[in-house]
Structures are given as C-alpha cells and as structure tokens.
C-alpha cells in the first residue's frame, strides 16, 4: 500500500467483528464520550505526535474523527510515520450513525451538550 485509503463503516464493522483491525478515535474526550464505536482507542489528533503509537498487530488500522477531516490527517500521519495499512473511516462518526451501527454513551456526557439548552421541564 503507498497511500491512506477510506473504509466505509459496513467494512470497518465487519474488520470489528474479525477483530482485524486496530480503530483510532483522534477527536478530543469530550466528544469520545459523547458517542464513539465501542472498540476505538481514544488517541486525540492534539497529542497524536507525543502519543506512544499502539502496536497493531498485522491488523489493519483505521482512523475515525466526526465527519472525516481531522482523521484523514492523522491517517497521513501514521502511515508516514509508523502503520503500513491505515484507513480513514468515510464520513466519521456521521457516516458510523448513519449506518446504524453500534455506538457507545456516556449518560452524563449525552445528557450535556449545546442542545441540553432546548429540552423541556415539566
């Protein structure tokens, strides 16, 4: 392989199942905990430099962010530097939901947020 290549999130739940791959959330913890793919590791894109890098395995590796961008450019960057096999997740965690796949929540962290604002009482 001689460049980062995207997964859809059918396949990527797929290499889950096989366990065959090694998944790398680079968004912040506040948005991990708000909903993230159970078998993600959480490696901020902020810290990715400084992060000691997990060995993969032989599996495959995966980045997932919210929509795409910010893991595309960790994916350059662990291909550059350390993985042979690494693959952005199309779509981020957008594509993820919309697929209808399996996320995990914190309750208090899903509980908070911009739109906790706009519920009701009573």
Same mark, same amino acid.
């Given at each position: 392989?001689?460049?980062?290549?995207?997964?859809?999130?059918?396949?990527?739940?797929?290499? $889950?199942?096989?366990?065959?791959?090694?998944? $790398?959330?680079?968004?912040?913890?506040?948005?991990?905990?708000?909903?993230? $793919?159970?078998?993600? $590791?959480?490696?901020?894109?902020? &810290?990715?430099?400084?992060?000691?890098?997990?060995?993969? &395995?032989?599996?495959?590796?995966?980045?997932?962010?919210?929509?795409?961008?910010?893991?595309?450019?960790?994916?350059?960057?662990?291909?550059?530097?350390?993985?042979?096999?690494?693959?952005?997740?199309?779509?981020?965690?957008?594509?993820?939901?919309?697929?209808?796949?399996?996320?995990?929540?914190?309750?208090?962290?899903?509980?908070?947020?911009?739109?906790?604002?706009?519920?009701?009482? &009573?």
């Amino acid at each position: 392989m001689t460049a980062v290549q995207t997964v859809d999130a059918r396949t990527l739940n797929d290499w $889950i199942g096989k366990d065959d791959v090694l998944l $790398i959330d680079v968004r912040e913890p506040n948005e991990h905990a708000r909903a993230h $793919i159970p078998a993600a $590791i959480l490696m901020p894109l902020s &810290g990715l430099g400084s992060a000691e890098l997990p060995d993969a &395995g032989g599996k495959n590796v995966a980045v997932v962010c919210a929509s795409g961008a910010r893991s595309a450019m960790a994916a350059e960057r662990l291909f550059a530097h350390h993985y042979d096999s690494v693959y952005n997740l199309h779509g981020g965690m957008m594509g993820w939901q919309m697929a209808g796949l399996n996320v995990a929540r914190h309750e208090s962290a899903a509980s908070g947020g911009l739109f906790s604002m706009f519920r009701r009482s &009573g």
